[in-house]
């Protein structure tokens, strides 16, 4: 009984004869679950890809791992941090970073920028130097060369690789007391960009320069850090590796993973998927009333060859899983259908670049397996409970005249 239950409503989607308007609105119930399906795909593949594209911005912000002190801003005991760092077999290569908020003058044009200290192995942990396009990279001969985020270095007008074209970088100074003259306010220090590097959004208002000018701005000693920012061998390894060091170094030592340095960041991307999520999957709930629809014109179209079925002896639960089958059937070739349409949209896109978010940067698509299996089980979970609702005819309707 099951199986001609399945049939008769196969027969009922496929078959070429019948009702022009059963026929009509069973492949407009079809056509509406593959345009919401391929929506929804469409959509998640592309915050798949952004989120790609927020990791590849980043990238040159965070490293896998961040050391940091917990009672201060400069760590202690660095002979002890750079031992254990070296003897551990996992860690591929790091560095020592001081970063503090400074004030930037050149001829009457000042702003406000965050000067990254960072020595000769920084861009071994991030590769900042590749992103250099105007310029070069600072050669660490002289404390006093930097490199510059564009907006900041054009907002200022700072010649690039100028030898006599110098800017002024201030610190403030700490402490209390009564100031007696300029040089108790702050320290001071000219400086020549050697180049300049795309901010990307995370890294606005940012001057990349040698530990050792920080060290002289903020009259700190040699081999000082706020951070120590860490390269792994292996970024899958980045928890494990996380709580081996924190049992060598100690209870004063913070130890940050790229995640959780973004925490706020990717909270709002998350949330942000999740109510996309959402509000596509209310749309393929609104889909569905398409599909009884469906479901109940068939049975208004069929409803002599009911009666005859029931007059037969055919069990009227089987009668209901006819309807049943024909929802299921009507939501997998949508889901098939949708899910195919998707695809293929993500794959133009991404050898194509059609759609561009601005004149520059395409809309980033990436096809993740993960996608398939979320797509297709809200349509189902939405298609399925419709259809069962919606199957639920009584032997009454059916009989009375």
Same mark, same amino acid.
């Given at each position: 009984?099951?199986?001609?239950?399945?049939?008769?409503?196969?027969? +009922?989607?496929?078959?070429?004869?019948?009702?022009?308007?059963?026929?009509?609105?069973?492949?407009?119930?079809?056509?509406?679950?593959?345009?919401?399906?391929?929506?929804?795909?469409?959509?998640?593949?592309?915050?798949?890809?952004?989120?790609?594209?927020?990791?590849d &911005?980043?990238?040159?912000?965070?490293?896998?791992?961040?050391?940091?002190?917990?009672? @201060?801003?400069?760590?202690?005991?660095?002979?002890?941090?750079?031992?254990?760092?070296?003897?551990?077999?996992?860690?591929r290569?790091?560095?020592?970073?001081?970063e503090?908020?400074?004030?930037?003058?050149?001829?009457?044009k !000042?702003?406000?920028?965050?000067?990254? @200290?960072?020595?000769?192995?920084?861009?071994?942990?991030?590769?900042?130097?590749?992103?250099?396009? +105007?310029?070069?990279?600072?050669?660490?001969? +002289?404390?006093?060369?930097?490199l510059?985020?564009?907006?900041?270095?054009?907002?200022?007008?700072?010649?690039?690789?100028?030898?006599?074209?110098y800017?002024?970088?201030?610190?403030?100074?700490? @402490?209390?007391?009564?100031?007696?003259?300029?040089?108790?306010?702050?320290?001071?220090?000219?400086?020549?960009?050697? !180049?300049?590097?795309?901010?990307?959004?995370?890294?606005?208002?940012?001057?990349?320069?040698?530990?050792?000018?920080?060290?002289?701005?903020?009259?700190?000693?040699?081999?000082?850090?706020?951070?120590?920012?860490?390269?792994?061998?292996?970024?899958?390894?980045?928890?494990?590796?996380?709580?081996?060091?924190?049992?060598?170094?100690?209870?004063?030592?913070?130890?940050?993973?790229?995640?959780?340095?973004?925490?706020?960041f990717?909270?709002?991307?998350?949330?942000?998927?999740?109510?996309?999520?959402?509000?596509?999957?209310?749309?393929? %709930?609104?889909t569905?009333?398409?599909?009884?629809?469906?479901?109940i014109?068939?049975? &208004?179209?069929?409803?002599?060859?009911?009666?005859?079925?029931?007059?037969? !002896?055919?069990?009227?639960?089987? &009668?209901?899983?006819?309807?049943?089958?024909?929802?299921? &059937?009507?939501?997998?070739?949508?889901?098939?259908?949708?899910?195919?349409?998707?695809?293929?949209?993500?794959?133009?896109?991404?050898?194509?670049?059609?759609?561009?978010a601005?004149?520059?940067?395409?809309?980033?698509?990436?096809?993740?397996?993960?996608?398939? %299996?979320?797509?297709?089980?809200?349509?189902?979970?939405?298609?399925?409970?419709?259809?069962?609702? %919606?199957?639920?005819?009584?032997?009454?309707?059916?009989?009375?005249?």
């Amino acid at each position: 009984m099951k199986n001609i239950a399945f049939y008769i409503a196969s027969r +009922y989607l496929l078959a070429k004869k019948g009702s022009t308007a059963v026929t009509f609105i069973t492949w407009l119930a079809v056509g509406a679950m593959m345009v919401a399906v391929t929506a929804m795909f469409v959509i998640i593949s592309v915050f798949s890809g952004l989120e790609d594209l927020n990791k590849d &911005l980043i990238s040159n912000l965070h490293a896998d791992l961040t050391i940091k002190s917990s009672t @201060g801003k400069t760590l202690k005991d660095f002979n002890k941090i750079n031992a254990v760092l070296k003897s551990n077999k996992e860690i591929r290569n790091f560095s020592r970073v001081i970063e503090e908020k400074v004030y930037i003058n050149f001829n009457g044009k !000042g702003d406000i920028a965050y000067l990254r @200290g960072v020595d000769s192995a920084y861009t071994k942990v991030n590769p900042i130097d590749k992103d250099v396009f +105007y310029g070069a990279y600072p050669s660490f001969k +002289y404390s006093n060369e930097v490199l510059m985020e564009n907006s900041l270095d054009n907002r200022l007008s700072i010649p690039v690789a100028s030898n006599t074209d110098y800017a002024t970088i201030f610190m403030p100074k700490p @402490g209390t007391g009564i100031i007696n003259k300029e040089e108790d306010i702050y320290n001071k220090k000219d400086v020549l960009v050697t !180049g300049v590097f795309p901010g990307k959004d995370q890294l606005d208002n940012y001057i990349i320069s040698p530990i050792e000018l920080t060290e002289e701005l903020l009259n700190l000693p040699k081999h000082s850090a706020y951070q120590i920012v860490v390269k792994l061998k292996n970024s899958d390894n980045t928890d494990s590796v996380k709580q081996q060091l924190l049992s060598s170094l100690g209870k004063n030592i913070e130890i940050k993973t790229k995640e959780e340095e973004n925490a706020a960041f990717w909270k709002m991307i998350n949330t942000e998927k999740l109510f996309i999520y959402l509000i596509f999957a209310l749309v393929i %709930f609104i889909t569905t009333f398409n599909l009884a629809g469906a479901i109940i014109i068939l049975q &208004l179209d069929k409803k002599e060859q009911a009666k005859s079925l029931i007059s037969l !002896g055919f069990p009227l639960s089987h &009668l209901r899983r006819i309807y049943f089958y024909t929802g299921v &059937l009507i939501v997998v070739s949508g889901i098939i259908s949708g899910l195919i349409l998707g695809t293929a949209l993500c794959y133009f896109q991404q050898y194509t670049e059609f759609f561009k978010a601005n004149e520059t940067l395409p809309f980033p698509v990436k096809i993740v397996g993960k996608n398939y %299996f979320i797509v297709a089980i809200t349509a189902s979970l939405f298609g399925f409970i419709i259809s069962w609702v %919606f199957s639920k005819i009584s032997k009454e309707y059916i009989t009375k005249n």
